[in-house]
């Protein structure tokens, strides 16, 4: 059994662990951390929480699927009464009035949050560096970035301080830092987990996703938080993945396996990657797998054309952060002055050239040439997908180009950085499920499958760690 949710649940049936011991030492760990994982810590409510688990657990009830399992949530989500700040200045005060439809039905299911965790301002970067509480610091090494932008939320699961964390995804912010602190991360197929209640950076890509390292825990969350929400239009209704999918299956040998060659032969790709890359896809060869070729966008179009569009909507987005309903407020002589004040002063470098670039792309004049070519490569990039999984049932890649930079290189050179997305911001485009599995090369391998197919990526990642 992989689950560390059940073997805590385990533990508490019996007797030998209760859960106010194991909260405590939870926020203990993160208190004495340096990690800087964390926004600020919902000790208080945890540990209220955790004294009803042990009352629950004494009377003998049926545990609920996440009772008493500490977890973290990436500071992009609204919980009723706590702190909610994106990682920004500009909310650092701000307290979410309702909680997001993913957070109630992991509470509903008895899990309880002990952090809110550190992040790149409202999802935008990929090294957790532009955040307004100083960088968040790599799990394995604290001299180099965790990654971005759920960088705290990668960190503190990998450092098990949390038994999994709810992270963010818009252009790979779950699945990079996943790789970068050799955790699994999922993106779910876009539309499959509620988006109510998350801050929207591009709302076409944002996706709530679990982090973990177990797979087993990622397949039990995924099902808790799935489902059609009638605050999120763009929710579909899917079926729940069952637990057998983890049993050996001779029928993975079967799978077509896909990956893009223009991926690998890239300039940008680290040279141990690849190889571990090349050889990863040998084993599976040897294991019986067919193995096609595949080509796609290059990375730097790929890349372009993400951040053409997620400028786009974050510009747009972020309109409603101007001090006068939302937002710390810095007084003007005018409205316009108010607006001006607020948003240069209490937003960061960052977000601001995103604001700027995204209205640019939408001016008059320019919308044409820009806006409008992103959306049709992302359509492109979309038959090109529907034409790949005509003939293959999964498609492999690499996470990241490269593994994770010394902390300050990242600011110093925006465009490697906005390079490190060059592998997940097309499936982001194409709203396809992808998982990291910390696994094959050292920021782990991206497994991905057509909409909806969250099954056959699991059961997918669960043969490859066999086989490897
Ligand atoms: N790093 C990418 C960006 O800055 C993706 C971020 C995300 O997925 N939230 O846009």
Same mark, same amino acid.
């Given at each position: 059994?992989?689950? %560390? ?56 009830? %049926? ?19 706590? $702190? ?80 999994? $964390? ?27 987990? =509620? ?7 591009? =709302? ?11 797979? %087993? ?48 032969? $890239? ?142 290189? =990242? ?16 499936? =982001? ?40």
């Amino acid at each position: 059994m992989d689950s %560390e949710i059940l073997k805590i649940h385990e533990a508490y049936r019996k007797g030998s662990l209760n859960c106010s011991g194991l909260i405590a030492s939870r926020i203990g760990e993160l208190e004495k951390s340096n990690h800087n994982s964390v926004n600020y810590m919902l000790s208080d409510l945890a540990m209220e929480m955790a004294a009803e688990a042990d009352d629950r657990i004494k009377s003998g009830k %049926e545990l609920r699927p996440l009772e008493g399992i500490p977890f973290g949530i990436k500071d992009v989500y609204m919980l009723q009464g706590t $702190s909610s700040s994106g990682s920004s200045g500009i909310l650092k005060n701000y307290k979410a009035p309702y909680t997001a439809t993913a957070i109630v039905k992991l509470l509903d299911a008895g899990a309880i949050p002990v952090a809110r965790e550190n992040c790149d301002c409202f999802g935008h970067g990929s090294s957790n560096e532009n955040s307004y509480f100083g960088p968040a610091r790599n799990a394995l090494d604290k001299n180099l970035v965790p990654g971005g932008s759920s960088g705290g939320s990668a960190v503190n699961v990998a450092r098990g301080f949390t038994t999994f $964390s709810i992270g963010g995804d818009t252009g790979g912010s779950i699945r990079q830092p996943s790789g970068y602190n050799k955790v699994y991360g999922l993106k779910p197929t876009y539309g499959r987990i =509620s988006r109510f209640g998350l801050m929207a950076y591009a =709302s076409s890509t944002d996706c709530v996703g679990p982090i973990s390292r177990s797979l %087993e825990d990622i397949r039990l969350l995924i099902n808790i938080m799935s489902g059609k929400d009638s605050r999120d239009q763009t929710t579909f209704k899917s079926d729940a993945i069952p637990d057998e999918i983890f049993r050996n299956d001779p029928d993975l040998k079967k799978i077509r396996i896909g990956y893009y060659r223009n991926f690998i032969e $890239s300039d940008n790709l680290d040279e141990n990657i690849r190889n571990d890359f090349i050889r990863l896809i040998g084993i599976l060869k040897e294991q019986g797998n067919a193995v096609e070729e595949l080509e796609f966008y290059d990375d730097t179009i790929l890349v372009s054309a993400y951040y053409v569009l997620a400028m786009a909507e974050t510009a747009s987005n972020l309109a409603r952060l101007d001090g006068s309903v939302y937002g710390e407020r810095v007084a003007g002589e005018s409205i316009r002055d108010q607006y001006a004040l607020t948003r240069s002063e209490n937003l960061t470098e960052e977000t601001r050239k995103r604001i700027v670039g995204g209205n640019q792309v939408l001016a008059h004049g320019y919308a044409e040439d820009i806006y409008q070519k992103a959306r049709y490569l992302r359509k492109m990039i979309t038959d090109s997908f529907n034409r790949d999984f005509r003939n293959v049932g999964i498609i492999l890649s690499p996470v990241t180009p490269n593994t994770p930079p010394l902390l300050g290189s =990242s600011l110093k050179n925006p465009m490697v950085m906005y390079l490190s997305d060059a592998y997940t911001v097309g499936f =982001s485009l194409g709203g396809l499920p992808a998982l990291t599995a910390p696994l094959g090369t050292d920021t782990g391998v991206q497994i991905t499958a057509e909409k909806n197919g969250e099954e056959r990526i699991l059961k997918f990642a669960k043969y490859l760690k066999e086989i490897l």
